[in-house]
């Protein structure tokens, strides 16, 4: 899978958890998921749970450490997948 | 020297109405809540009616964002959410803005038996298949007691006390009246008090198999709940929520609210199952004190008493009530006060009773009226023997009311007791 497919799953699904006061347009793949669009941190089980069941994989506890940015998800998913 | 308290806004969830105006016009009409739910019936309850309010997913996004509702599946929250919100724009208090500080002056008292069962039993499912990762981030909030305290707690931005009480079917009552004692205190200048409790079946079970709720109605639902009946049988469980905004009078009087009644004090004790009290009875005893040091805390006599918002759940023990109130007030026959129970109506919404039923009894304060009590066409003959039955109104009475009283009574043997006053 491409990381601009990747991208373009994946974006909706971060778009579900922006505080009401971040536009939706905000987000890039360079978007620090907490610091800059504001996502509560509790919700970043919530954003691993929904991309596990969108690209049908798995986030061990290693992986959400390294969860930062939009780009950090793509390359965890793209390893992920290629796993698979 | 005691600050003097006051009730600025109303909200209410009931089976038979959501919203103080659909609510009013159902007591007044006696127009029940109570259904048959085919859910009960396949899991072998063997009563199969109960109380359920009606909320529209539309309704449900005027209080919550989807974000909020993405995995929620809590009615107990979603209930105390939707009354709690009403009574603080009821009273015009806006929550504080979202960059700002939280508003110092105003707490919550939000009580419930327990939270988020349906959502705990979810959680429950995916954690014994091995699945604990998969719970989400918003499992705790749901299902912690003090989830719905949290809930409001954020939309409004409260930065006094934020708290849940818990003490069975005295829930609700003694809500209103730990926040009475910190505005009286003066430690807080506003509490939104009141009380909520999730529906179905994983919450009603447990009263099932007990046998204390009713299966003589299942086919005959709106005439199930029968308090102060002869033929009562067990009580209907139901659910919901009431909020009830206590402020101090001099903060309304400087806002320019509207006063529905003011709060003039009143007692929470127990019976401590000792004598004839259990976890299941009450002891007869702290009931009557409770209902005379409620008097004494509110600085009135039990003349003045025009009318009793009872607990009367619909169980062979509504004429223990009475005599209870008969006994503690000194007064039987044509003097006893108006009384009625909102419970033939919605049945007994449990934690949420004791609020739901204070709403109930301030709009008749306010309004002056006494609702119908509904499905005692037989009254007791133990509840007759003792007052009047021209006092248990059966039609809709339009008539002032100065002072009035609401009691619960709950698992664990413990009464709360508050005194309304219309001002």
Known sequence: MTSERIYEKLLPIIQTYLPEDVSKEAVNRESDLTRELNINSAHLVDIVLDVEDQFDIEFANEDMEQLRTLNDAIGIIMRKVGER | MKKRVVITGLGIVAPNGVGVPQFTEAIKKGVSGIAFYPQLRALNFSCQIGGIPTISEEKKRDYFTELQLKNFNSSGILYGVIAGMDAMRDAGISPSEKNKAPLWDLGIVFGTGTSGVDKFREAIYKLDEGNVRRLGSTTVGQTMASGISAYLGGMIGAGNAVTTNSSACATGTEAILMGYERIASGQANQMLCGSTSDDGPYVWGGFDAMKVITYKHNDTPTEGSRPMSASASGFVPGSGAGALLLESLESAQERGATIYAEVLGGAINSGGQRGEGSMTAPNSEAVQKC??????????????????????????????????????????????????????????????????????????????????????????????????????????????????????????????????RKI
Not at chain 2, 303 to 325: C, F, P, Q, R
Request: proline share 4%.
């Open chain 2, 291 to 420: 209902i005379k040091e409620a008097l004494v805390a509110a600085g009135i006599a039990a003349s003045e008493l025009d009318y009793i918002n009872g607990h009367l759940t619909a169980t062979i023990k509504d004429s223990v009530e009475i005599a209870n109130w008969s006994e503690a007030l000194d007064r039987r026959g044509t003097d006893f006060p108006y009384i009625n129970s909102l419970k033939g109506m919605v049945g007994h919404c449990l934690a949420a009773s004791g609020s739901v039923e204070a709403v109930s009894a301030v709009l008749q304060l306010q309004q002056g009226f006494v609702f119908p009590n509904v499905n005692c066409e037989d009254l007791h003959p133990e509840i007759t023997q003792r007052i009047a039955s021209e006092r248990i109104p059966r039609q809709l009475i339009q008539t002032p009311l100065q002072t009035v009283a609401k009691a619960s009574f709950g698992f664990g043997d413990v009464n709360a007791c508050v005194i309304f």
